[in-house]
Every structure is written in C-alpha cells, then in structure tokens.
C-alpha cells in the first residue's frame, strides 16, 4: 500500500478515537511497520491550573501513538497492560510530538517504547508501554 494510502487509512480508523482526536486534537502523522508519528498542538485547553500542560494530555498522546504503532493493519488487537510515563521537563513549545517504537514483539505481548518531545526539539517525557495482543472477536 502505498505511503499516503497507509496514513489516510490510519487517520480514518483512529478518527473513531474521539477523546484522543476530536477532544485532545491529536493527529496521525506517519505511519510504518511498527512504528507511529503522532502530533498534538498545545491549546490552553491542555494546560494544568500552574500553566504547564497536563500529564494526562501528554499520555493521551503516547497512548494514541502506541495504540496506531501496534494495532494499524494487524490482525490481532493489541490493548496496554502496562504504561509507565517518565516526565522529563515542561515544554515552551507550541506542539508535541510523539514517536514510538516496537523494543520486543512476543506471541502473546510486545513492548513498545514512546518518545515524546516539542516543536523546539527538547525531549518532554518518555513512555513505556506492555501490551497484550487478543482476538479482535473478544472486543
């Protein structure tokens, strides 16, 4: 399949994640074996009561990133058993960016690792994540 046609059918079955991209404004913005771009423009509607934007909008964008990483054109349904976020430093950047990526793949588990950083190239937070791979008919 070609490029754009593999990102536009990400962005299609991922739209149906609504708090993600409708509510957080997170966008899929590449797409490869194992492997997700995600991008989330900061808002005042993402910032915490002291300013910083929330621990919880930047999991959400990890968790959008790891979810399109291990589940897009897979015959199994991969959910998250485990995520584990490092908080590194506050961005003064106007976007967050999240790339993960596929450290182990096993019969029943894999372990993804999530790189999140700004549109100023400082590294925001680090997130990892176990995830369990199950029958789409269980869902």
């Not at 962005?11 to 490869?32: H, P, Q």
Request: proline share 1%.
């Amino acid at each position: 399949m070609e490029d754009n046609n593999r990102l536009e059918k990400a962005r299609e079955m991922f739209s149906k994640d609504l708090y993600a991209t409708k509510l957080s404004g997170i966008t899929v913005e590449e797409v490869g074996e194992n492997y997700a771009k995600c991008a989330m423009k900061l808002t005042d509607d993402h910032r915490n009561a002291y300013g910083g934007i929330m621990g919880g909008a930047i999991y959400t964008l990890a968790d959008l990133a790891f979810a399109v990483a291990s589940n897009f054109d897979r015959p199994a349904s991969t959910v998250s058993l485990v995520g584990n976020a490092v908080f590194l430093s506050m961005t003064k950047g106007s976007i967050l960016y999240a790339e993960t990526k596929l450290i182990k793949e096993g019969k029943t588990n894999c372990f993804y690792e999530v790189r999140i950083y700004d549109d100023l190239g400082k590294d925001i937070a680090n997130v990892t994540f176990t995830g369990a791979h199950i029958n789409r008919r269980y869902l």
